[in-house]
């Protein structure tokens, strides 16, 4: 089993940045390869960047590659995801998630934070 726990969302201008935390508990983190998904009203979750377990290997989707980073620190059991040049359409609760395979598939995902909201005003 393993626990995770978002931090860092908030409200913030079109332009500015965030950085997001998921820390994670219980079994081994560096045993999985970690993803940030997102959700907005009204719309389906969405997969936003996925981390191997070394660090080595990341995937982002289209709309963030070159805005956002995906980075962990395994030694603190602590994924994040940098965001940059926030948009408007960025706004979502983003929800940290652990699997045993590096993949974009939520479904392949076992284990998942509670969210925090991101909301980027215009």
């Known amino acids: 089993q393993v626990q995770l726990g978002e931090s860092g969302g908030g409200l913030v201008q079109a332009g500015d940045s965030l950085r997001l935390a998921c820390a994670a508990s219980?079994?081994?983190?560096?045993?999985?390869?970690m993803g940030w998904f997102r959700q907005a009203p009204g719309k389906e979750r969405e997969f936003v960047a996925a981390?191997?377990?070394?660090?080595?290997?990341?995937s982002y989707a289209d709309s963030v590659k070159g805005r956002f980073t995906i980075s962990r620190v395994n030694a603190k059991n602590t994924v994040y995801l940098q965001m940059n040049s926030l948009k408007p359409e960025d706004t979502a609760v983003y929800y940290c998630?652990?699997?045993?395979?590096?993949?974009?598939?939520?479904?392949?995902?076992?284990?998942w934070g509670q969210g925090t909201q991101v909301t980027v005003s215009s």
């Open positions: 219980g079994r081994a983190f560096s045993f999985f390869s």
């Open positions: 998630a652990a699997s045993t395979v590096l993949t974009e598939r939520d479904v392949n995902y076992h284990y």
């Open positions: 981390i191997s377990v070394s660090g080595v290997v990341t």
